[in-house]
């Protein structure tokens, strides 16, 4: 019921487009520390006899994968181990070279112990390929840029299948809210739907949530998140590329494909806050810029960004991320409460006096491997008539990365409220290869970039 008042009211405040969260604050934090969604991800639903029987027992289950990169591989074969009745059917890119690419990549991990034959008519290549690809399968897996994930996710519910999606589900606003509209639409359909934030799914952070939700380190006050590295790839422009195709191929590098790194990387971190404060954040103040990639081939994006998040019980989380090669990396979560202190990446709670009082049991490479454990969990949800529904905390965790962005680049405080009902549209609803980037080179080939104190919130 708590999830339901919650989901409608928020879907009536978004067809209105203001006053989003006024009345929310209250309901919404109910939710995610009453519910088990907030905790392991897993709604139990029951089915109608109908959809029991179409899911139940050894009917072959169709999968579909759409967006062939090296994360949809993965999460191909992951789906393809996490259930001995499943078939891969479809594939679908923009680019014809990476579906070869990916179905080699997937033949050769299984090496003959497992079938795969995805005939040569199911191999769907452009902008609207997504819509036959899902048309033949059951189960839906959604790696493309997350740009597109919303409008990808909608036509998969819309036509009755399950889904796994990566992170982030958005880019904008404007995504959030069709997110958030269709994770409605799943759960009344019964649709599973896992999202790729594997910490939920993760033995280690499952042991140490609970820990902290059983008074282990007392009220969480404040809190740092890490995603500190060298960085990730770069695809530079090759000759003959349109501006599309590049952006396409480079896509790690423009908002509207990629959303920033503050999304693409570090929603792990700022989720796993929103997952152990059991909210989301009122608010967001930070700074960000480009120090050292700054390169054409570097797009829009920054090289690192600091947010302070403010929750409504007061606790503020610090959320830095940085892509600066020869700088301290570390990914982590840290939390600090009334009564004590947990470090996630090393698994060890102390007192106010650091006193070590647990530590997690299990060295590196011990515990299962999360990412297949949300495939394994999706198929058995699948067959066992259950309903998981991630959609809406990815939605949601999606949002406060973009918060947390809207933050850096303005240089302003800036209020989740603000941030939902933004009118901010980066991704295009539809894009063909005419089409022109929303973002292009001036003349020199740069890019503009947000500036803290020029750039205005939309």
């Not at 396409?248 to 989720?271: A, K, P, S, T, V």
């Not at 967001?284 to 081939?297: P, Y």
Request: glycine share 8%.
């Amino acid at each position: 019921k708590i999830l339901e008042l919650r989901i409608n009211t928020l879907n009536r405040q978004m067809m209105k487009n203001k006053d989003t969260l006024k009345n929310y604050e209250t309901s919404r934090r109910s939710f995610v520390q009453k519910t088990a969604l907030a905790t392991s991800g897993l709604l139990t639903v029951p089915l109608s006899v109908e959809a029991m029987a179409n899911v139940h027992g050894a009917k072959k289950l169709k999968l579909a994968l759409v967006g062939c990169g090296g994360r949809g591989s993965g999460a191909a074969v992951q789906a393809l181990t996490a259930d001995e009745n499943v078939e891969l059917v479809a594939m679908a890119d923009a680019f014809a070279d990476r579906i070869e690419k990916s179905l080699n990549g997937i033949k050769d991990h299984f090496d003959g112990k497992k079938k795969i034959d995805v005939k040569e008519k199911n191999r769907f290549v452009g902008f609207d390929a997504y819509k036959k690809a899902i048309d033949l399968a059951d189960v839906v897996i959604l790696t493309t840029p997350p740009g597109f994930r919303p409008y990808h996710f909608e036509y998969a519910i819309a036509n009755d299948k399950h889904v796994f999606m990566e992170k982030p589900v958005a880019t904008d606003p404007v995504g959030i809210r069709k997110v958030l509209a269709t994770a409605k639409m799943a759960k009344a359909k019964k649709l599973n739907v896992v999202v790729g934030l594997q910490r939920h799914y993760q033995t280690k952070y499952i042991d140490i949530k609970q820990r902290i939700d059983q008074g282990a380190i007392g009220k969480i006050r404040s809190g740092q998140v890490y995603w500190n590295d060298a960085g990730v790839w770069v695809k530079k422009r090759q000759a003959g590329q349109s501006e599309l195709e590049y952006q396409m191929r480079n896509w790690y590098y423009f908002n509207w494909l990629c959303g920033d790194h503050i999304l693409e990387q570090h929603i792990h971190n700022i989720d796993v806050a929103n997952w152990f404060i059991g909210d989301y954040p009122v608010s967001a103040q930070g700074m960000g810029g480009r120090q050292v990639r700054n390169g054409k081939d570097h797009g829009e994006i920054f090289d690192h960004h600091f947010v302070e998040f403010t929750y409504a019980s007061g606790a503020v989380i610090s959320s830095q991320c940085r892509h600066i090669p020869g700088t301290m990396r570390r990914v982590d979560e840290v939390f600090q409460g009334t009564q004590g202190s947990v470090e996630i990446g090393k698994g060890l709670i102390t007192d106010l006096e650091g006193n070590s009082q647990y530590k997690y049991p299990r060295k590196w490479g011990e515990d299962s491997n999360p990412y297949q454990v949300e495939h394994d969990r999706l198929f058995a949800s699948i067959r066992n008539g259950g309903v998981i529904a991630d959609a809406e905390n990815g939605a949601m965790s999606t949002l406060t990365a973009i918060l947390g962005r809207m933050a850096t680049y303005t240089g302003k405080k800036i209020t989740l409220e603000e941030a939902l009902n933004s009118e901010l549209h980066l991704m295009p609803e539809t894009v063909t290869w005419d089409s022109t980037p929303p973002s292009v080179p001036d003349s020199e080939g740069n890019y503009p970039i947000p500036t803290p104190g020029k750039t205005k919130m939309i």
